[in-house]
């Protein structure tokens, strides 16, 4: 098996909204904000290569949103999937699965793209199978009205109407789950309904895919939830399970939207996990 971190490109966001109810005296330590009180963030996707198959956990936000709509996201950098891919000798049609962590845009937006003539869409990976669970599915297709302007149509069903789209089990007892993927799931619920984090082996490590769990360093801390989180309580009682686990078995916390810190360690501490170590991806997919 070999891991590959996959950019798709770089945006911004409310620091506010990024933080919740923390003030930003407390957040901008760690997440420093500009003169629209906006933050860095990424869009980073991880690429598994593991005997013939090569998934791709997320896509990032696509390219075929309007500029009024990318507007708001303040692009920058000059990152893209394909840039990526091929910088380790991948084109997208070599993808055989593409694992959804969730089904907001900016997680699976790069998934379909518009067909040659711009009469409709496609999926922007030919030969992959889409992969969700069903729980989300449903939440996501019959959004509420908290979440809804998150689950854009145009980047969902095409994923049903092409035939691609497969949903991985749920597990009826516990959070943790093995996939049909290979790797392990942890199921959660606080951001939005059946969130899935995958945990790879990898060379004698134990790799986390944080995904919106844990979105940056910053958001280590319990109470740092998002303002975008539908159930925050929950993602608190998710958050320290979880981050316990990390410090307990030494996981690296693979982070896809932190700007500027690829991969962490965290480490139990009298004010509870803190970080220990950040690290590149070269340092640990090398």
Known sequence: MQLYPIESGCFKLDGGAMFGVVPKSLWQNTNPADTNNMIDLAARCLLIEDGN??????????????????????????????????????????????????????????????????????PAFKNAHFWSNEDHWLWAIQPNKREKASFLKENIIPMQESGQLKFTSIPTSNTLKNSELGFDIFFANGHTDKQMIPIIKYKEKTIAFMADLLPTVGHLPLPYVMGYDTRPLLTLDEKEKFLNMAATNNYYLFLEHDAHNEIITVTNTEKGVRLKDTYTSQDIFQ
């Open 53 to 122: 198959r090569l998934i791709l956990i997320d896509t990032g936000m696509g390219t075929k949103q309007s500029s009024k709509f990318y507007g708001y996201y303040h692009l920058w950098g000059n990152h893209s999937i394909d840039k990526s891919l091929k910088k380790y000798g991948f084109h997208r049609d070599d993808v055989t699965d593409v694992f959804m962590t969730h089904l907001h845009f900016d997680h699976c937006g790069g998934s379909i793209q518009w067909n040659k003539d711009k009469t409709g869409f496609e």
